[in-house]
């Protein structure tokens, strides 16, 4: 069978993108698999040898962590960028990063196609193909999961494990009772099968088994002796971690990242279980662990007060709500998010200094603050002294804002 061209597949080494590795090949394709190293914990070179196995044509392992922490991750951070009030976008993240790179192999390879493994019911697909048509509009998106001579052959993941099982793909130990949505520098995401039938007690069946969180301690044994961190920020990002408790300092990014992770996950910081609004139109529950993005979202929050113009803020929190809603819908690559994340840059430029905080039992606690910029004036706003103020004024400014 001649080659209908060569297809840049963004593979996981999981069932889903295993399988369909195999499939694109019986279709007629070259394949290309692309594994994006984004911080997870992953055997690559095991998942090389795999791929090839399968018969992918080449193997790139992309290590796009330090991009994705300081290109995506951080603009997130300067935004306070929370989608429904909640979720922390650790994945909605991940997804143009990792679709820039694919572009960027399939471009260098002459590739005509990309593909990738999300289902056609959830955001993802929108995440990554948005990414690519903005990028490159001549490289089509092959997605199996919305083609029906695909998605009516596997019904779900048993006709998946029989398919694996026939073509000689290895196989994960036992079938997973939970789908593991993305792991990554951010966090872990955990969607469908028992998760997907929400329960109004989450006293019963329903509630999350303690073995599904794995990058955060359970807060009831979390340690009884607290963490004491001072996080200092230039621009709105974190440039510096000290722990204050045992001297531990990191500068670099992905150090100082790793490290809030590290300290989140051991006192039980960053567990959600929400249930949100796909944009595609129906809800889902997601559990997510978000240790690290979970004490910088606080963190954050607090310097930015201290340092940012009130009316800026206000201004700076509506972009921030719509960074978010766009982060998620997939539209990173989108005019309006460029503009948005310029302007939430443009707001960041004083928000610099130090915040002290505690974590501890599942909780971030502010102990207090200090900044170079501060807009604070200990004066001004104490009440044993007038300072520059005469309370006398007070009187006009309240009779003509009751005029309404």
Known sequence: MSSKGTVVLAYS??????????????????????????????????????????????????DISKEFLEEFIWPAVQASALYEDRYLLGTSLARPCIARKQVEIAKREGAKYVSHGATGKGNDQIRFELTCYSLAPHIKVIAPWRMPEFYTRFRGRSDLMEYAKVRGAPLPPTPPRFWRGAQRVQGLAWHCLALSRPTVSVFCQNQAPPGLYTKTQDPAKAPNVPDVLEIEFKKGIPVKVTN?????????????????????GKHGVGRIDIVENRFIGMKSRGIYETPAGTILYHVHLDIETFTMDREVRKIKQGLGLKFAELVYTGFWHSPECEYVRHCIAKSQEHVEGKVRLSVFKGQVYILGRESPLSLYNEELVSMDVQGNYEPVDATGFININSLR
């Open 244 to 264: 204050v408790t045992d001297g531990t300092t990191h500068c670099t990014s992905m150090e100082l990242f790793v490290y809030l992770n590290e300290i989140g």
């Open 13 to 62: 080494g999981g069932l889903d993108t295993s399988c369909i590795l195999v499939w694109l090949k019986e279709q007629g394709y070259d394949v290309i698999a692309y594994l994006a190293n984004i911080g997870q914990a992953e055997d690559f070179g095991e998942a090389r040898k795999k791929a090839l196995k399968l018969g992918a044509k080449k193997v790139f392992i992309e």
